[in-house]
C-alpha cells in the first residue's frame, strides 16, 4: 500500500506553507495605532469671562420695612408707653371754639339802590361794613339815606313851607348768610334791624331867599322810627378782595307821627347793586 508515504508528503507541505507566511508576517512593517485623547474631567475650573460678556444678576438684599421696630438686645426690657393725661374738667362745645377752625374776613362797601319815600321816587345811597366767619355768615351794620329832593310842603305850614325839604334815613345792624359762598356767584338771605329818622327843615339865608350854604340849613322838625328791612342778594367774585352784588328787599317802617304822613309812605321796596372790597 502508498498510504504512509502520502501522509509523509502532505505534512512536509503543510510545514513549507507555515514557514513561507511567517517569514512574510516578519518582513512587513509595523503599523502605527493612534491614541485617542482623554475625556475632559467635569472637575476642570471654567475659562474666566470675557470684557464683553454682560455680569452675572444677582439678588438683591431684603430691604428692611420702614414701619418695622428697631431690633431690640436680647435681654432689654422695652419702655412702658405714655399714657396722655386725663382732664378732669371737659369743656362745653361753643360756638366759636378755639379748636374749631374758622375763616374771618372782613368787607367795606358802596350801594345805591331805588326806592320810593313820601310819594317820591328817588335814589338811596348805602355803605356797609362786616365782618366774614367761613365765608359765608357776616356780621356788621350799614345804612343809607335818601339822596332826592322831598318836598315837605305837605306835611308842614307856614307862609314858606313851600321851600320846606324832607330828609330820611335810617340804618342798624345787619346779618347775612351766604349760600354757595365759595362759588364764583352765590346767594344770600339778610335782615337790617334798626331806627330811622325823618328830618323837617329849609335852608334860607337871612332874608328868606333859598342858599346853597350848608350852615344856612334850619331844621323845623324831627322824628325816630324802627326800621327791619329782610334782603335777597345776589353775588359775583371778582377777585378775593372784590365782589359785585344785586340786593333787593323790603323797608318797614312803624311808629311815624309826623302830619300827614303814615308808616305806609316811608315802607318801600329796595333794588339796587353795591361793590364790596376786602377779604372774602
Known amino acids: 500500500m502508498h498510504t504512509r508515504p502520502q501522509c509523509c508528503s502532505l505534512f512536509v507541505a503543510l510545514t513549507t506553507a507555515m514557514v513561507a507566511l511567517a517569514s512574510i508576517v516578519h518582513a512587513a512593517p509595523p503599523v502605527a495605532i493612534a491614541q485617542a485623547e482623554p475625556f475632559p474631567s467635569s472637575l476642570e475650573p471654567l475659562p474666566p469671562p470675557s470684557a464683553s460678556s454682560p455680569p452675572a444678576a444677582t439678588t438683591p438684599a431684603p430691604r428692611a420695612s420702614a ?19 386725663t382732664k378732669r374738667d371737659s369743656a362745653p362745645a361753643t360756638l366759636f371754639d378755639s379748636n374749631m377752625d374758622f375763616a374771618f374776613g372782613g368787607f367795606g362797601g358802596v350801594g345805591v339802590m331805588y326806592s320810593r319815600i313820601a310819594h317820591t321816587d328817588g335814589v338811596l345811597v348805602c355803605g ?23 318836598s315837605a310842603a305837605p306835611y308842614t305850614s307856614g307862609p314858606l313851607k ?8 335810617y340804618g342798624g345792624a345787619i346779618i347775612r348768610y351766604h349760600f354757595f359762598s365759595k362759588r364764583l356767584v352765590n346767594v344770600s338771605v339778610g335782615t337790617m334791624i334798626g331806627a330811622g329818622g325823618i328830618v323837617i327843615g329849609n335852608q334860607l339865608d337871612a332874608a328868606g331867599n333859598p342858599s346853597s350854604k350848608d350852615s344856612d340849613w334850619k331844621e323845623l322838625s324831627t ?15 371778582f377777585t378775593r378782595w372784590a365782589r359785585a ?9 312803624s311808629g311815624v307821627e309826623t302830619k300827614n304822613l303814615s308808616a305806609s309812605d316811608i315802607s318801600g321796596v329796595t333794588l ?5 372790597f376786602g377779604w372774602f
Do not use: K
Not at 69 to 85: E, K, M, W
Not at 272 to 276: D, F, H, K, R, S
Open 67 to 85: 414701619s418695622a421696630p428697631p431690633s431690640q438686645p436680647a435681654g432689654t426690657a422695652l419702655p412702658p408707653p405714655v399714657v396722655p393725661p
Open 128 to 150: 356797609e361794613g362786616a365782618i366774614i366767619i367761613d365765608h359765608a355768615l357776616t356780621f356788621g351794620g350799614g345804612g343809607c339815606g335818601f339822596a332826592t329832593h322831598v
Open 223 to 237: 322824628e325816630a322810627m324802627f326800621v327791619i328791612e329782610p334782603q335777597v342778594g345776589a353775588y359775583l367774585n
Open 245 to 253: 352784588a344785586v340786593i333787593g328787599g323790603y323797608r318797614v317802617v
Open 162 to 169: 313851600e321851600y320846606n325839604e324832607l330828609r330820611f334815613g
Open 272 to 276: 339796587g347793586g353795591a361793590l364790596q
